[in-house]
């Protein structure tokens, strides 16, 4: 009865075990079939498919348009007019009597009729600012603006293409920790199938079979876990490349982690201006240009302007009676100067020499900040290059261990314990290679985003 118990368990693990890596490995089959994705790849796709990548390229083109439209502003502004009005009440108006009236007095006054029923006027207008500093000043901000928003969609691009390269790197390490479970749980069943023969053999105890019965049931729950984190990292890095992770969740990376190692994610020590630190500089201007199309808001103005078309006055709706209907044109000269702006707009000057001096200041926090975290990044790097040699020797040095223990198992001359130790040591010591390899490939990502970004 126990026989038949512990057969029926070890049938049941074996069969968890084969599915699930069977359904894996014909998911990657179905991948490969489509195409694997290498990372450069993977960047060109994101640079073009990424939604918040498209919307700040049309942030740049909003603003390109913009300081396009305060240049047309320049242009002289014809337009033509038409309006026809019915006087309820006719205005009138007190003149001296004595152009009337000869006989009389110097103080008499007659009132004066001096409109009809219906009057109107179309014709075409026209107006053109001869000096207007502050449509040059708007120009010139309009500009700086434009270069502004250029600048944040490089940083957005920047930031995109280490976001996917990180993606990309969880991704490699994620299947490789699938593969490590698989190869564990396999390792795990080979293991339960020599403990039960034993067991059956009466060399070994209860206790022994449902320790490895044990072994081999949390084999198969880190292989589920394992398959269940790479998913999640695959449709982390179809998002961020602008595709939708349910329709091309099969897409698989082609890059290996020894190859990223040697080529693809390699620290670019090639001077580079820092875009955040622009940033900040292109405001600083900016800021001067406000200031400056403040002041010249404060400038007189001279502009022309002119009227070239016909009135209409009759006491009777005649549009078509061009009897009714006079000339009128004028060209004149006007000049504006503001007065009371001046008082105005001075609380405007004196807060953008605040917001000015605190740019100044937050570009001499941000320098320093970004010299120290260069400063850490680089050691980072160094520190996990060396890190990373020991682990992979103790990695290697382990699977030797590992190939030993389990012939020696497999011929009766080691104990079920001992294998479980050398098992669980080699686990142990390629998980750790795993993680440095992945901290470090983290870390040169990081170094490249402080050192271009």
């Keep these: 009865m126990k026989k038949s118990r512990f057969l029926h368990i070890a049938m049941l693990i074996t069969a968890v075990i084969y599915i699930q890596p069977g359904r894996i ?19 060109q796709i994101g640079l073009s498919n990424n939604p918040s990548l498209q919307i700040a390229d049309l942030q740049t083109g909003i603003a390109a348009n913009s300081t396009d439209r305060s240049k047309r502003d320049k242009l002289p502004d014809i337009y033509g007019s038409f309006d026809i009005r019915r006087n309820i009440i006719t205005p009138t108006t007190p003149v001296p009597a004595y152009i009337f009236n000869p006989d009389a007095g110097p103080d008499d006054i007659t009132p004066l009729r001096f409109a009809t029923d219906w009057t109107g006027s179309a ?48 991704c490699l390490i994620t299947g490789k920790q699938v593969e490590l479970a698989i190869t564990d749980t396999l390792r795990q069943h080979r293991i339960l199938q020599i403990t039960y023969a034993q067991y059956q053999a009466g060399k070994l105890e209860i206790s022994d079979l449902n ?4 072994e081999k049931l949390t084999a ?8 269940k984190i790479h998913q999640m990292s695959k449709a982390q890095l179809l998002l961020d490349m602008g595709l939708d992770p349910e329709k091309f969740n099969e897409l698989m990376p082609a890059d ?28 600083q201007a900016l800021n001067n240009l406000q200031t400056n199309t403040i002041r010249q808001s404060l400038y007189p103005t ?13 006491n009777k709706f005649r549009l078509l009676n061009h009897h009714y209907w006079y000339g009128n044109s ?55 290059e060396k890190e990373l040699l020991s682990k992979k020797e103790k990695y290697r040095l382990m699977e030797v261990n590992l190939r030993s223990d389990t012939a020696k198992f497999e011929s009766g001359r080691l104990l079920t314990s001992d294998l479980i130790q050398s098992n669980f040591l080699f686990s142990k010591a390629k998980t750790e290679y795993l993680q440095v390899l992945y901290e470090l490939l983290s870390a040169r990502i990081n170094l490249n985003k402080i050192l271009h970004s």
């Excluded at 990657?28 to 993977?42: M, Y």
């Excluded at 320790?211 to 044990?214: F, G, L, S």
């Excluded at 001279?302 to 009759?314: M, P, Q, R």
């Excluded at 001075?346 to 975290?373: C, G, V």
């Design 25 to 43: 490995l014909c998911q990657d089959n179905v991948a490969s079939s489509i195409g694997k994705l290498t990372l450069s790849q993977a960047i």
């Design 123 to 170: 014709g075409i207008n026209f107006s053109y600012n001869l000096f207007n500093p502050q449509k040059n000043a708007t120009i010139k901000e309009n500009a700086q603006k434009e270069q502004i928003s250029s600048i944040d969609a490089s940083i957005a691009r920047n930031d995109l293409k280490y976001r996917i390269e990180g993606d990309y790197l969880t």
């Design 211 to 214: 320790r490895i019965i044990a």
């Design 302 to 314: 001279i502009s022309l302007e002119g009227f070239a078309g016909t009135n209409y006055y009759d």
């Design 256 to 283: 290996s982690l020894e190859s990223l190692m040697t080529g693809s994610i390699l620290v670019d020590t090639i001077s580079a201006e820092n875009l955040a630190l622009r940033k900040i500089e292109m405001q």
């Design 330 to 384: 004028y060209i004149g000269l006007g000049i504006d100067i503001p007065v009371s702006d001046n008082w105005r707009k001075s609380k405007d000057i004196q807060s953008l020499q605040l917001e000015h001096r605190t740019l100044e200041l937050e570009y001499q926090k941000n320098a320093a900040d970004l010299s120290l975290q260069k400063i850490k990044a680089t050691q980072e790097v160094a520190f996990k």
């Design 220 to 227: 198969v729950n880190n292989l589920s876990s394992a398959v």
